[in-house]
């Protein structure tokens, strides 16, 4: 079974940008969640998508947004980027709620300058 | 609010010294603890869930147990390729909102 692969790898964009990042789950797993990763810190909740819905988010402003789409891959935007969005931002993938178990991406470094 | 700490932050051992890791909580309604393995530039790579105080699992030299308020990750005779940052997660849903609540993980250095 492939795992969680995610694009770009790595990604540098200046404060006030816009980004789009992607992610692929995993074969047969249904809900997406991204965390957001800081240097030497563990990986904060953003928010979940089970089914194309919304069904859980931490506190990140609105301008942190996704998507999931049909085939339950998703996407994450960030808008008006500030320095402090500078993280490695991970894709989990899971079936259901991800009480079994969660597979994780390699991420995507992202720097803002 | 949810809440893991990790402890220590950083453990440096010898090859075949073996420790504990530790991982005390506060999630409210928890209804699982992970642990994660993760190498630099890396995706959390899953090791453990623990879903009810005194479980315990085991996977090669590793052994991770549970109680109400903590959770520990013993590495019996580490070896090099053991050195890792290991997380330790919370999870929990409130209301529909389930997610995982992580520590920041306690670097592990094996030196031969």
């Known amino acids: 079974e492939t795992g969680v692969t995610q694009s770009p790898t790595h990604l540098i964009k200046t404060r006030g940008q816009q980004v789009t990042l992607r992610c692929s789950s995993q074969?047969?797993?249904?809900?997406v969640s991204w965390y957001q990763q800081a240097l030497g810190q563990g990986p904060q909740f953003i928010f979940q998508?089970?089914?194309?819905?919304?069904?859980g988010r931490g506190n990140f402003p609105p301008r942190f947004s996704g998507l999931q789409f049909p085939n339950y891959s998703s996407e994450l935007n960030v808008n008006a980027l500030e320095l402090d969005d500078s993280a490695l931002y991970l894709c989990?993938?899971?079936?259901?709620?991800?009480?079994?178990?969660?597979?994780f991406g390699s991420g995507t470094r992202l720097t803002v300058v | 609010e949810d809440q893991v700490t990790q402890s220590p932050e950083a453990l440096r051992l010898q090859e075949g010294e073996s420790s504990s890791l530790n991982c005390s909580y506060t999630?409210?309604?928890?209804?699982?603890l992970f642990w994660y393995r993760q190498d630099p530039g890396k995706g959390p790579e899953f090791l453990f869930t623990?879903?009810?105080a005194g479980e315990e699992k085991e996977k090669e030299r590793l052994k991770a147990t549970l109680t109400k308020k903590e959770s520990f990750l013993h590495i019996t005779a580490p070896k090099p390729e053991d050195s890792a940052t290991y997380l330790c997660?919370?999870?929990?849903?409130?209301?529909?909102?389930?997610?995982?609540?992580f520590g920041k993980g306690t670097l592990l250095t094996v030196n031969p």
């Open positions: 989990a993938s899971s079936r259901g709620t991800g009480l079994y178990g969660y597979t």
């Open positions: 074969s047969g797993h249904n809900t």
């Open positions: 998508y089970y089914r194309e819905e919304e069904n």
């Open positions: 999630v409210s309604g928890l209804r699982g």
């Open positions: 623990l879903y009810s």
């Open positions: 997660a919370g999870f929990n849903s409130g209301g529909s909102n389930y997610k995982l609540t």
